[in-house]
């Protein structure tokens, strides 16, 4: 029997966006409990920083934009060749407007094109690769939502839009592939310390905090260990489902 901290022994976890943050937090967690993990990521410098202490022989890592519809297919191709197939999926990569984000009159479909090209596209992008060979063996796919799509932040439309786009392909992919044992699933995190946070001022950090029931700002490991959660056989009858973490701002 398989020990409750090496509970991933044997399987091949991908993630895209791990250099940093939630993706570097949640790539530890997998390889702690003994999966091969394979990261992509654009800002590849991070490997060196936030996985330093992942053994060579279970990590690989790749640099490369994840909008790119080639790269993805190349980091699939890596991570085959490497691992084997792809037994957990987490969708992570995702990025708001930032600095071009804008009140919704004010704001410009460029913008709007690439949150959803790299916040819902990459998601559906990189599933595609994957879900043939899940359907013949079984696995799990986690996606990357927001409470932002529930809650409907001002300044955000185009972010929230994705994401919820995010939520509707998680539900209907979970039903085409519930069939064959393949689970398929979404977190959806509120204020969590990333480097996006290092950005904002005082003032914001206490607004987001009065506003969320729990009073704090989460760390990148709270959302890993629920990643963690939904890939484990102990979550093998949840599927379709979207699981915020974030403090009770939003309650369903």
Known sequence: MTSPNQRFAGRTVAITGAAH??????????????ARVAVIDREADGFAENLRDAPSDRLLTMAGDCTDAAVLADFHERTL??????????????????????????SQEEVWRFV??????????MSRLVVPGMRERGGRIVNMSSDAALVGDAGLTDYAAAKMGIVGFTRSL???LAPHRVTVNAVAPGAIRTRAHDRLTPAVIDRIKATTPAGFIAE?????????FLASEDARYITGQTLLIDGGRWMT
């Open 116 to 125: 959803l090209e790299v916040s819902l596209f990459t998601a559906m992008r």
């Open 220 to 228: 990148p490991e709270d959302v890993a260990g629920v990643v963690a």
């Open 174 to 176: 979970a039903r085409e």
């Open 81 to 106: 060749a490497a691992f084997g197939p792809i037994d957990v999926l987490f969708n992570n990569v995702g990025q708001s407007g930032r600095e071009r984000a804008a009140q919704f009159h004010e």
């Open 21 to 34: 943050g939630i993706g570097a937090a949640t790539a530890n967690r997998f390889l702690a409990e003994g």
